[in-house]
């Protein structure tokens, strides 16, 4: 079964709506086949969040499209996602960052980081590397990081993610409650210095971790 032309209609829907707004997160909206990294019950191009087993949701494209426009990734960066899932997201970031970049995408469940890397690899990511970890530690080996990109909601911003910030590198996490919380754009400017930016409220599973909730 061909999902190209769904992909493509979502695409639009996205950039209709405002959530893509440049060529470039367009081209790896585009070219990342979302329904691979979904289970064989979902509909993999419903703009909407979905489940993924273990408890576990992936965000809706809409919200993969904002986070990953707000985040100015460029091609060479080296970024640390928190809450890999199925590893959707970090494919996505993979395109932005191009050949010479690294991902590595950390995730606490073992099942789920197993699909994640089988499904990455099957899809050409090879440069992307899974981690089974506690994600609110962040990845010290890979560190220090020029994006960080958390994809479930933490009580408050975990120190290690941002000692592991290159200076004026952007960590983008939601934070608040279990169950609602707010975005925070935070850029770590020279002299420890932290710039916090807030994008509105948003949904996302709780950050489990020491760190986490």
């Given at each position: 079964?061909?999902?190209e032309?769904d992909?493509?209609?979502l ?26 990294f ?9 703009d ?21 426009e707000?985040?100015d990734l460029?091609?060479?960066h ?7 899932g199925?590893?959707y ?53 890979g560190a ?17 993610l941002?000692?592991?910030l ?21 850029t ?5 210095k932290l ?9 996302f599973v ?8």
């Amino acid at each position: 079964m061909s999902y190209e032309k769904d992909r493509e209609r979502l695409v639009e829907r996205l950039k209709a709506a405002g959530y893509i707004s440049s060529p470039r997160v367009e081209r790896a909206m585009l070219k990342v086949p979302r329904h691979l990294f979904m289970p064989s019950y979902s509909d993999p191009y419903a703009d909407c969040p979905q489940s993924i087993g273990s408890g576990q949701t992936i965000s809706a494209p809409h919200m993969v499209a904002m986070m990953v426009e707000a985040l100015d990734l460029k091609e060479g960066h080296k970024v640390l996602e928190v809450g890999g899932g199925r590893g959707y997201h970090a494919a996505v970031i993979s395109e932005m960052v191009g050949s010479e970049g690294v991902v590595y995408t950390v995730e606490l469940i073992k099942s789920l980081a197993e699909k994640a890397s089988k499904t990455l690899s099957k899809a050409g990511y090879e440069k992307v590397k899974v981690i089974v970890a506690d994600g609110s530690n962040g990845y010290p080996p890979g560190a220090p990081y020029d994006r960080i990109s958390v994809a479930c909601g933490a009580p408050d911003v975990p120190p290690p993610l941002v000692e592991q910030l290159k200076a004026e590198g952007k960590l983008l996490i939601p934070v608040g409650g279990g169950f609602y919380q707010e975005l925070m754009l935070i850029t770590n400017k020279t002299e420890g210095k932290l710039e916090r930016k807030g994008l509105g409220g948003v949904v996302f599973v709780p950050l489990k971790g020491e760190y986490g909730h």
